[in-house]
């Protein structure tokens, strides 16, 4: 089994970057884990928002297998405690699915086909958080659960 946190758009503040590539380099130790990150569309000026969704949901689609239980972190999504969040994740890995994909979307959301295909949807927060900081704040939230289910002194409750 492999997590995969798959966003649209590159990291590039530096310091988002920065604490992204700690918690990745943290996960390896628990699970096999990547970042793929699918290119920013280009001269989308004359689109609209749906048609940037349609577009970019072509995009994700074109990274999930039929067997991937794919995860979608979105506003409208479950929120759940940290705790939870780990019985969640033990819960999903013990499916047999080749890959565990969580997935952050672009600026307006995802379209219709991602939402249908999406296994669950999770929120981080009902605050809004840019879509570069949600990569790392997800990023620490699945190092939290992996230190949680192996009984380490990370998680503090």
Known sequence: ????????????????????????????????????EIPELKKVSALTRQQIKEKEGEL??????????????????????????????????????????????????FSDDVYQRANWKISLSKMTFSHQMVRTIFAEQLYRAFTILKGEPYHHE
Do not use: N
């Open 60 to 109: 994700i689609m074109k990274q999930i297998g039929p067997q991937d239980i794919l995860i979608l972190l979105d506003e409208h999504g479950r929120e759940c405690r940290s705790l939870e969040f780990a019985e969640f994740l033990e819960k999903q890995m013990a499916t047999g699915a080749k890959s565990i994909i969580f997935t952050v979307g672009g600026a307006y959301g």
């Open 1 to 36: 089994m492999t997590i995969i946190l798959l966003t649209v758009g590159k990291t590039d503040v530096k310091w988002v970057k920065e604490g992204l590539d700690l918690y990745a380099s943290r996960l390896r130790h628990y699970v096999p884990f990547s970042i793929v």
